[in-house]
């Protein structure tokens, strides 16, 4: 099984910060590396496929990037509706998820 | 604009079986995969298996023992059944599509989510 680690588990954040999120795979999984953001009491929305490519409707304030092991989101100004919980996921071999970093106000 | 929607049963007794169907309206399910995919505040996001509407399916290895998913073309719908269940089958259970763009996948449209509890 690829197992898939999020850090932080939680940050706080202010309105306007830069939020970075990285992902690690237990072995290469190449760019097969998708992020979601879940809000309380819903269903889990693709921001990014394929480490790097927007999902359409997707601001580009969020990007996504890395390869191999090693994955990164970031959302270069944070807004209010970003406070949520972001999970990586690995497509490589079956389907994985991370245990999800909650976006906090500060 | 496509939308998966899950239905069944919110409590379910220990050791039977859990069954929910997803149904898709507002395009086909013949094309794309179509995923089980459940959420509990201990184990987070787990995939439980697919299906492309052809019959094929997948899932994964920690639950295949207890999956069967099966699709209905004439309905639109397919659906989950995890069978010999516990407590820790008790989670909110979502479908969603998966689509490619022709090298990998990912799951780009979800169902609103059911919650099962598992309990006598």
């Known amino acids: 099984d690829i197992q898939m680690t999020q850090s932080p588990s939680s940050l706080s954040a202010s309105i306007g910060d830069r939020v970075t999120i990285t992902c690690r795979a237990s072995?290469?999984?190449?760019?097969?590396l998708n992020w979601y953001q879940q809000k309380p009491g819903k269903a889990p929305k693709l921001l990014i496929f394929?480490?790097?490519s927007l999902q359409g409707g997707v601001p580009s304030r969020f990007d996504g990037s890395g390869s191999g092991t090693d994955f990164t989101l970031t959302i270069s100004s944070l807004q209010p509706e970003d406070f949520a919980t972001y999970f990586c996921?690995?497509?490589?071999?079956?389907?994985?998820f991370g245990q999800g970093t909650k976006v906090e106000v500060k | 604009q496509v939308q998966p929607q899950e239905s069944g049963p919110g409590l379910v007794k220990p050791s039977e079986t859990l069954s929910l169907t997803c149904t898709v309206s507002?395009?086909?399910?013949?094309?794309?995969?179509w995923n089980w995919v459940r959420q509990t505040p201990g184990k987070g996001l787990e995939w439980i298996g697919s299906i492309y509407y052809n019959g094929t399916t997948n899932s994964n290895p920690s639950l295949r023992s207890r999956v069967t998913i099966a699709g209905d073309t004439s309905k639109n719908q397919f659906s989950l059944k995890l069978s010999s269940v516990t407590a820790a089958d008790t989670a909110v259970y979502f479908c969603?599509?998966?689509?490619?763009?022709?090298?990998?996948?990912?799951?780009?449209?979800w169902g609103t989510g059911t919650t099962v509890v598992v309990s006598s």
């Open positions: 072995q290469s999984i190449s760019s097969f």
């Open positions: 507002g395009g086909s399910i013949r094309s794309h995969y």
């Open positions: 969603a599509r998966a689509r490619t763009n022709y090298v990998q996948y990912y799951m780009d449209v």
């Open positions: 394929a480490a790097s």
């Open positions: 996921q690995q497509s490589y071999s079956g389907w994985t």
